[in-house]
């Protein structure tokens, strides 16, 4: 049974910082790519940060300098370190798996809110 569960969002003021994780479980963990996406209110899903089975990383523009992600492949478990926070970084956080073999399965959490006080 394949399973994402995302923790460390919170509540937190402009400037500050949060890490979340993300535990997975029922797949090759080592070989997925895995992505942070997030949705603030009233807006489409966007891809924050991805990180390949092989180390490449890619941030979105609004987060470069800002957010890291990283993987513990012993721990099935990817981060998304959030460092300077502002107001606009309020949204659900949503981890993701994406395969990179046929059939290419995809695989969601459930979300963690992040709310950014000014």
């Known amino acids: 049974q394949v399973e994402l569960v995302e923790s460390g969002g919170g509540l937190v003021q402009a400037g500050g910082s949060l890490r979340l994780s993300c535990v997975a479980s029922?797949?090759?963990?080592?070989?997925?790519?895995m992505k942070w996406y997030r949705q603030a209110p009233g807006k489409q899903r966007e891809l924050v940060a991805l990180l390949t089975s092989g180390g490449t990383t890619n941030l979105a523009d609004s987060v470069k300098g800002r957010f890291t992600i990283s993987r513990d492949n012993a721990k099935n478990t990817v981060y998304l370190q959030m460092n300077s926070l502002n107001t606009e970084d309020t949204a659900v956080y949503y981890c993701n798996a994406k395969s990179p073999w046929p059939p290419f399965n995809e695989y969601w959490g459930q979300g963690t809110q992040v709310t950014v006080s000014s």
């Open positions: 029922g797949f090759i963990f080592s070989g997925y790519t």
